[in-house]
């Protein structure tokens, strides 16, 4: 039986501002950001979405009612936790109108967590064919405003389906882990920004995928000739394209600059996007599904998470014939519908977000067009809204 992902979507915010606006504003070349850290656009998140909205909106457009009927898991994977407790997957639950007999999981490791989601949700599909699992993939990457982590920022969420016989790609079960305590980027519980030691950080990144993409080769007797191509965790898209390079040795020319073709279609929504932590290399993956024609069923794609910390880990998967079916066809007009903010702008609304303290809050939500929203806070607790119930 094959095991996989049968579904994917996405959701980010309607507002994003231009990176060369951003470097001009940051008294920096536009092509540092546009070409060194690979990025050309950032999602804006306004005060009205959080980790768990967004993770909402990402999954509620592609379940069906037999999906909701059938889902007994929901993994929400976030480093943008809105409780040190409950769990946000239990909020996402009830804006979805999840069966009340689901198991409600929040992950952490970093950008790394939505794997985990992942691999626990092909083992329990496995176990259990007739359900299946929602893992979604929900963060706010915040570094600060002024900080060379800033061009790194975005945000989003990235909802996929996990089930049985899948439409888009099915899981192999094997994967090589790595995961060892490195202080390269940690958000300490009174933060509300990232701690990261930038240049640490991509080394570490690098070391990990040649670690466990040489670990898998290794281990599965395979070549790197048998990827069609590979997916990366984008934290900046540049990020995945130095970690691409680093192997391309291992290819012939004709492999190299085939998986380089391949790698720039797996960046175009991310390099639109920013950062999303945990959803960013499954972002990358749809971003490859839906913009690579050159894909053919039985393709073997390779993902490569990681998550600072640092947890990493490789697998694959292959390409179903019916592929496009799960996929998220109207994301390009989406991004292309959204409204550019000016930097002042975008300063506003990242000052703008709701408080962590015990007071109540409420927040405008009036040009969010999004279904569910933050409201604010009443009586210490988040109020969250589906403006179409
Ligand atoms: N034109 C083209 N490229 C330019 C340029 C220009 N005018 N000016 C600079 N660059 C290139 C640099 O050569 C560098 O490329 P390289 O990394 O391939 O050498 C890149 O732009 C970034 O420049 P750099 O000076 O290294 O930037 P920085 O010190 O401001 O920091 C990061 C960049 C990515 C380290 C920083 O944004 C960061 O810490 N981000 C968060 C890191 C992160 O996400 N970590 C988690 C990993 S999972």
Not at 45 to 51: M, T
Not at 226 to 231: I, P, S
Request: charged residues 20%.
């Amino acid at each position: 039986m094959q095991v996989g992902i049968d579904k994917l979507h996405f959701a980010t915010s309607h507002l994003y501002v231009d990176m060369a606006e951003l470097a001009n504003a940051r008294d920096e070349a536009p092509d540092k950001y546009l070409i060194g850290i690979g990025q050309s656009k950032m999602a804006v998140i306004p005060p009205s979405q959080d980790a768990v909205t967004l993770a909402a909106n990402a999954a509620y457009p592609m379940l069906t009612a037999a999906d909701i009927a059938a889902i007994d898991l929901l993994v929400v994977a976030t480093e943008s936790g809105v409780d040190n407790s409950k769990a946000a997957a239990i909020y996402v639950a009830q804006l979805l109108g999840l069966n009340r007999r689901v198991r409600t999981i929040e992950m952490k490791e970093a950008c790394y967590a939505a794997t985990a989601g992942v691999q626990l949700a092909q083992d329990h599909v496995r176990v259990h064919p007739d359900k299946k699992a929602l893992v979604i993939g929900t963060d706010i990457a915040r570094y600060g405003l002024h900080t060379s982590g800033e061009p790194t920022q975005g945000g989003g969420a990235l909802a996929m389906l996990i089930s049985a016989n899948p439409q888009v790609l099915a899981l192999d079960t094997n994967s090589v882990m790595l995961s060892q305590d490195v202080m390269d980027f940690w958000r300490p519980l009174y933060h509300t920004t990232a701690l990261v030691d930038g240049k640490y950080s991509s080394n570490i990144y690098i070391d990990y995928f040649q670690d466990v993409f040489k670990g898998y080769l290794a281990e599965q007797d395979m070549s790197i000739a048998d990827f069609t191509a590979l997916t990366f965790h984008l934290p900046y898209t540049k990020m995945g394209l130095k970690a691409l390079r680093s192997v391309l040795p291992l290819a012939t020319m004709d492999q190299q600059a085939a998986l380089l073709a391949h790698f720039e279609h797996a960046r175009h929504f991310n390099r639109q996007v920013g950062n999303l932590y945990t959803g960013s290399l499954y972002l990358s993956l749809l971003s490859l599904l839906l913009t690579d024609a050159t894909l053919k069923p039985n393709d073997l794609i390779g993902l490569f998470s990681y998550g600072s910390g640092a947890e990493g880990e490789f697998y694959a998967g292959r390409l179903q014939p019916a592929y496009q079916q799960g996929l998220d066809l109207g994301l390009p007009q989406r991004l292309a519908r959204r409204q550019r903010v000016s930097v002042a702008e975008y300063e506003r609304l990242f000052n703008g977000q709701l408080a962590w303290n015990d007071t109540d809050q409420v927040i405008d939500y009036a040009d969010d067009p999004h279904r569910f929203v933050l409201t604010g806070q009443k009586a210490e607790q988040h109020q969250y809204l589906d403006t179409q119930a």
